[in-house]
């Protein structure tokens, strides 16, 4: 049973365009959650987190929202760079016990 | 600091065998997790270790089993191979299990 969803499979944008990455959850437990990117022969890099007490955590151009009466997540990239282009993958956890990720959502930036 | 390490980056085995993988966590990291990626399954949760000791196990058969060294390396074991365990392994380790994890460049294994 797949608890966090990441329904779209690919996603591509233009150069400076704003991508958004979705992530869908059933478990209403879940109290943290991370995106993480990864690179082609390398293992994911951590980007972004976000607890269950905030709606909202920014870092320089990506941005996560939290709507946790929807058990949505989203990531916003703004602007889009080409270097952007990999596969996000969202992760989450409750009460610090292990971590479901979703499937992963490849973005392709186009210059 | 140095990242995680994961040995070896690349395996090619037959159906039947075993295979052992390796792990090396940053640096003051005491946990460390493993996780199996397949093309369209995502990251699926293997188990945890903790100072020696599992704390948490994923849903995955008896043949996947791992431990953990005074020194936080961690070795997972997958026993008779199946075509189905084609896959990448990954490796994270973070301080404790509520904190960040940072992923080894996984292990490439491949069941033929």
């Known amino acids: 049973d797949q608890q966090v969803k990441q329904n779209s499979p690919s996603l591509s944008v233009q150069e400076g365009r704003i991508s958004i990455l979705n992530c869908d959850y059933t478990?209403?437990?879940?109290?943290?959650f991370l995106w993480y990117k990864k690179y082609p022969a390398e293992g994911p890099t951590f980007l972004i987190s976000?607890?269950?007490?905030?709606d909202k955590n920014e870092d320089g151009r990506f941005t996560v929202f939290l709507n946790k009466s929807a058990k949505h997540l989203s990531l916003h990239i703004v602007p889009s760079q080409p270097g952007d282009s990999a596969v996000y993958f969202c992760?989450?956890?409750?009460?610090?016990?292990?971590?479901?990720f979703g499937t992963g959502t490849s973005l392709t930036v186009i210059p | 600091k140095a990242g995680v390490t994961q040995t070896p980056r690349y395996l090619i085995k037959t159906r039947g065998q075993q295979v052992t993988l390796s792990c090396s966590p940053i640096s003051g990291h005491r946990s460390v997790s493993w996780y199996q990626q397949t093309p369209g399954q995502g990251l699926q949760f293997l188990f945890e270790y903790f100072s020696e000791t599992q704390r948490n196990k994923g849903n995955f058969p008896g043949r996947f089993s791992g431990r953990q060294f005074s020194n936080s390396r961690s070795e997972m074991n997958v026993s008779t191979l199946e075509l189905g365990d084609s896959a990448l392994y990954l490796c994270a380790s973070s301080y404790d299990r509520t904190d960040t994890q940072y992923f080894g460049p996984g292990t490439r294994l491949t069941v033929l």
């Open positions: 478990n209403s437990m879940f109290d943290y």
């Open positions: 976000i607890s269950s007490i905030k």
């Open positions: 992760a989450a956890s409750a009460s610090g016990n292990q971590f479901y």
